[in-house]
């Protein structure tokens, strides 16, 4: 029987490594902006083009290469990064396992252009799906410039599996997000199709978010500072306004790497028990330093996982903090124990226990009465019954104001009994059943949605609303901007990226229209263009569809009921939710 293993040979087994490494084109950028700030470059550029596919360019003006280690910077197991397995638990830096750019190299064709600084001249270097094509000498600036073209190109299956660009760009954005919010002491720019995204400039970490997210999230941010010695915490969290649906600006970061941890995302949770609505998530920027041998960061090659030594302490420093900088901002009731020397002059002075003091007195005239010359000395026995008599018959020929109770429907046969716990009572063909008012309500909306025309009326403001935009929520602006008019918006975009609304749908209150926008942002989050009319009926109905609570009398649901009727009275909803339940009369009866 002949040997049936056999050895790969090195190109098929890179594009294996790569897909590992890089599972879309966001995955690039990563690895080439953190090597970037391995290379100690203090301005880094990223150039896109048809989000990624086309071309993915970082440009920086770190350390540089010579000719021959930017030939062996595409070998695998290839680094500059470490030496022996003991400097993977020492690790400074983003990389380390030399295995980025040789994946990279075999499933696109990736141009290198790199000077040393003080060096005469420099070279690139041209490798197409693993293999090299030429390495020259080259005039170039200091530092070094990647450019990645044609992404899986040679994968056309892989590159078939991309999302759309909208989607792919919106990956792109969020790494580059995490690696900016890491390094706010680095200048980063980020460009799209030859138009300007992000130009951030170094500050503060403040600065940098806000930068990144706007100027409204400035006044809702509560500053984080901890140091015990072996850990420090510090950065930024949310005010319960700012808390969102969907999980938003929710980063932790830990010596200047982006990492996720579910279980410390509970305690951050946990710091805001009884602040925030239910299914809100709060945001927060949180950066650990402590000693790289506490952490292990060799768990993943994305490197977006790290494991602590000390996970538990490190859950009750985020907890304890957050609750503590939540309190001492007036978010949350605090206890402080030490004395304001200022606040002495708002209390009265201490009582001097040895002196007597007495209390005042209160004093009463009890014969007085101001009716005294009023009140005749004697009332008739049969005036009284007059009296009675008469108010009887004044009260009992006035109508009662206060009616306890419901008429009786007119319209519908059947009858109808509210619960205590928002549900109604239906008798219905011999059947009683026992309805969701609000999720009716919402099947309801959306068949009535459906007979509207496309075009929807507008009504115009009185005093135009303004709406700060990011530049994450620009991005999208402009991808919804052509169905806008239709929906009976009119929006334009301002300088400083501020919308301007002159007017909203007529089913659209203007005092909702804020909160509206915000929601649609949300629901854009990787979603194409082509999904935006169906989440964005889906958020009208949410918005306006009642809870099963808000229906208090049997007047209100009189139509609901009949519409629902018509609609053949479905049992679920589009999501699978039950509309209504059959209540088993006969156990009932079994029961007396």
Do not use: C
């Not at 100027?215 to 509560?222: A, I």
């Not at 009260?395 to 009786?408: G, H, Q, R, V």
Request: hydrophobic share 40%; aromatic share 10%; charged share 30%.
């Amino acid at each position: 029987m002949s040997d049936i293993i056999q050895l790969l040979p090195d190109h098929v087994a890179n594009q294996i490594a790569a897909g590992e490494v890089v599972q879309r084109p966001a995955s690039i950028v990563k690895e080439l902006l953190e090597n970037a700030i391995d290379a100690g470059a203090t301005k880094i550029e990223l150039i896109i083009e048809e989000a990624g596919r086309n071309l993915i360019k970082v440009a920086d003006n770190g350390s540089g290469m010579s000719e021959t280690d930017a030939r062996m910077a595409f070998e695998r197991h290839a680094t500059s990064k470490i030496r022996t397995t003991e400097d993977i638990f020492h690790i400074a830096t983003k990389g380390f396992r030399g295995e980025a750019l040789a994946s990279i190299a075999a499933v696109a064709q990736v141009e290198l252009k790199t000077k040393k600084q003080d060096a005469e001249i420099g070279t690139v270097i041209y490798i197409e799906g693993g293999e090299l094509q030429f390495q020259e000498p080259a005039q170039t600036t200091e530092g070094a410039v990647f450019s990645v073209k044609n992404l899986f190109f040679n994968v056309p299956a892989r590159r078939k599996f991309l999302k759309s660009n909208n989607i792919e760009f919106r990956h792109i954005i969020d790494e580059f997000q995490r690696v900016a919010l890491a390094h706010e002491n680095l200048e980063f720019s980020l460009y799209h199709n030859d138009e300007v995204i992000f130009n951030l400039r170094k500050g503060s970490q403040m600065q940098r978010i806000v930068d990144i997210f706007g100027r409204k999230l400035h006044p809702l941010l509560v500053p984080i500072k901890e140091d015990l010695g072996w850990v420090k915490l510090n950065g930024f969290v949310g005010k319960p306004e700012a808390a969102k649906k969907s999980r938003g600006e929710q980063f932790f970061f830990v010596n200047g790497r982006y990492f996720r941890s579910p279980y410390l995302n509970r305690a951050v949770q946990e710091a805001f028990e009884g602040l925030l609505q239910s299914n809100y998530s709060p945001s927060f920027f949180l950066y650990l330093e402590l000693d790289p041998e506490k952490i292990d960061v060799n768990i993943h090659p994305q490197k977006t996982e790290v494991k602590f030594e000390d996970e538990n302490l490190i859950f009750a420093l985020i907890r304890s903090t957050i609750k503590k900088s939540l309190g001492i901002y007036n978010v949350a009731p605090s206890l402080d124990f030490e004395r304001n020397e200022q606040m002495d002059s708002f209390f009265p002075p201490k009582v001097d226990a040895a002196k007597s003091y007495n209390a005042p007195g209160i004093h009463i005239d009890r014969n007085f009465n101001p009716f005294k010359d009023q009140i005749p000395s004697k009332i008739n026995d049969t005036a009284m019954v007059n009296l009675t008599e008469m108010y009887q018959q004044e009260t009992s020929a006035l109508p009662s104001k206060i009616n306890l109770f419901d008429e009786e429907d007119e319209d519908l046969e059947e009858d109808l009994l509210r619960l205590p716990n928002g549900y109604w009572l239906f008798n219905k063909d011999h059947r009683t059943l026992m309805l969701d008012l609000g999720r009716i309500h919402q099947i309801v909306l959306a068949e009535n949605r459906k007979n509207v025309s496309k075009s929807k009326k507008s009504q115009s403001l009185l005093f135009s609303l303004e709406y700060h935009l990011n530049e994450i929520e620009k991005n999208k602006f402009r991808s919804i901007k052509k169905y806008l008019p239709d929906l009976g918006f009119d929006i334009v975009l301002a300088q400083d990226n501020v919308l301007r609304i002159n007017s909203v749908p007529e089913d659209v209150k203007e005092s909702q229209v804020i909160k509206f926008l915000e929601n649609l942002f949300e629901i854009l989050e990787y979603k194409t263009e082509e999904e935006f009319l169906e989440n964005y009926n889906n958020q009208w109905i949410r918005t306006n569809a009642k809870s099963k609570f808000d229906f208090l009398y049997k007047a209100e649901i009189e139509q609901i009921l009949k519409d629902f009727i018509k609609l053949g009275f479905p049992e679920f909803t589009p999501n699978g939710n039950r509309t209504f339940v059959e209540v088993p009369t006969e156990e009932l009866k079994n029961k007396f």
